[in-house]
């Protein structure tokens, strides 16, 4: 079920309908969103709600064993469990036919002629994401920085809440967990808002992302000999709003679902092409899982309180695995080991740098462009199926060929749409979204009717899923 599907409204109208009459009801309430949040999921792969409800009840009871144990050495016996458990599911579902593969190549390059049968696994939508969401709940508990829940009913929905389960942001148990204590109060504002997030959010996914996707970038993709130098180079930069448009217009979208629902979600992105430098890239992009990495990877592993040597090898371990945590394949090992290695010249020249010094807009321009460039081509490796595919779109990208058939006007004004909407300065947005929200209710209605019958024509007959999901 797409967010952006008609299937999808009607849902959620019934959703938002029920939950506000019956608000007053604590547990009724709660039980309602439960129970949609489980139909979402069921509309992918009914068998699989089954997977994510043991996933809830393993965890729950196991912080309960982690905040009740009389001594700290049983406290870290239950934790390594839940780590085992938790990370043994997900690399079973997501790795197991990952390591057959290279287990194979590595035989054959031996000269072993057996090979290892590989199975298809279906890989259930969203489970990195409530994976990690769960693992930092635990981890809280074992840390003593939050309290284990009592309420079954509370965790569950903390796990499963629809609008962020399959696609983040990744959700923190002492952010959310609160917020369902609380009996929640309908204000004309919020639901304002989020409307306009939803909007917002929509407009990237379809009027920018899926044009992008449909009409250059998957075309290129799929055979990148066929196009010229030109070409691949627009369709390069094309994928880089494609895939930003795509993720954050999810984000938005579910920001605003829960905003009109009484619920507040983290901000997952903000402008994240407009940094100096990758670590700048990493606290505007994907903030939930870059600061989850952080608090539960990168700091444990020493962070930055050792030699220098030391903190180079945290980072790139951190950017190692987060890669990986994107998906099975030894491009997404590459593309995390190039931010891992950027990271690392950064924090290099950060060292090394008099804290006066102050670079000239110049210079700043000359970063921002140096960054963006270089994300662009760690893009490439992260979008290529394999690394020998990503090899041959950079032959093609280097050739020299400047042809353009396929730089059409969709193309053009999608990608112009795109970085237009990056580059705004944000008290625009601001600006926009507070005339939006002073309109009267007929207006409103009249605006997102306005933008529902532009998308569904804009949208045509072929369905363009989240990039994100198949994470």
Known sequence: M?????????????????????????TLRLVWLLAASYIFYASWNPTLVGLIVTSTALDFWIAQRIYHAPTQRLRKRWLWFSLATNLGVLAGFKYTGFFLDTFNDAMA???????????????????????FQTLSYTIDVYRGRLRASDNFLHFALFVAFFPQLVAGPIVRASDF??????????????HS???????????????????????????????PDLYSSLEVFVGMHAYAFQIYCDFSG?????????????????????????????????????????TWLRDYLYIPLGGNRGS??????NLAITMLLGGLWHGASWTFV??????????????????????????????????GILTFEFVNLLWVVFRAPTWSDAQQFLGRLFEGSSYAPNLTLPVFLALSAGIAMHITPLRWKDGLMERFVALPAWAKGLAVAAVAIALQHIKGADAVPFIYFQF
Not at 179 to 190: A, F
């Open 334 to 367: 590459i593309w995390g080991a190039g931010h891992g290695i950027a990271l690392g010249v950064v924090r290099f020249i950060q060292r090394r740098r008099d804290p006066s010094y102050e670079p000239t807009l110049a210079r700043q321009i000359f970063a």
């Open 250 to 290: 999810y984000s938005d979208v579910a920001i605003g679902l829960a905003l009109m629902l009484g619920f507040y979600l983290p901000e997952n992105f903000r402008r994240p092409y407009l940094s100096r430098d990758i670590a700048e890239f990493w606290r505007r992009w994907h903030i939930s899982l870059s």
């Open 193 to 223: 808002i989020g409307l306009f997030l939803v909007c917002a959010g929509l407009i990237k996914k379809v009027a920018i992302a899926n044009v992008l996707a449909l009409n250059l970038v998957d075309r290129i993709w799929d055979n």
């Open 308 to 313: 220098s040597w030391a903190t180079y090898r």
């Open 2 to 26: 797409l967010f952006d599907t008609t299937l999808f409204v009607w849902f959620f109208v019934c959703v938002f309908s029920g939950f506000w009459l019956i608000a007053r009801f604590k």
């Open 177 to 190: 967990l609160p917020q369902l204590l609380r009996e929640p109060v309908y204000r004309p504002r919020g």
């Open 109 to 131: 390059v031996m000269g072993s002629t057996g090979q290892i049968p590989v199975p298809q696994i279906i890989l259930p939508v969203g489970i990195s994401f409530y994976t």
